[in-house]
Nanobody, 127 residues
Framework: QVRLVESGGGLVQAGGSLRLSCAAS????????MGWFRQPPGKEREFVAG????????GYADSVKGRTTISRNNGKNTVYLQLNSLKPEDTAVYYC????????????????????WGQGTHVTVSS
């Protein structure tokens, strides 16, 4: 079992940056593909970024591509989401998610495929 805890959210002005972290408990973190999702106020949860077990494969939603970087440090059991050039529409609760992946090439864009979720961290971008 893996327990996920996000941190790093906060209030930032448009154009600013934040780095979100997701710390995982357990000894099997390197077996997990990880993803970041977000839920804007009044909207449904959406995929933001995904990363394979080793970090060799990553993917991004079109809405954040070019402004966002997902990375992981398996030695520290942590996955990161670097958010740059933030916009008010990036305001949301950001969640990290994980699932065991049998293939190192995969990340997952569908939330229902993830078995573990963090509690979320709030990101508010002011205009």
């Amino acid at each position: 079992q893996v327990r996920l805890v996000e941190s790093g959210g906060g209030l930032v002005q448009a154009g600013g940056s934040l780095r979100l972290s997701c710390a995982a408990s357990g000894r099997t973190f390197s077996s997990y593909a990880m993803g970041w999702f977000r839920q804007p106020p009044g909207k449904e949860r959406e995929f933001v970024a995904g990363i394979s077990r080793s970090g060799g494969t990553t993917g991004y939603a079109d809405s954040v591509k070019g402004r966002t970087t997902i990375s992981r440090n398996n030695g520290k059991n942590t996955v990161y989401l670097q958010l740059n050039s933030l916009k008010p529409e990036d305001t949301a609760v950001y969640y990290c998610a994980g699932r065991i992946a049998s293939n190192d090439d995969f990340y997952y864009t569908i939330g229902a495929l993830y078995s573990h979720w963090g509690q979320g961290t709030h990101v508010t971008v002011s205009s």
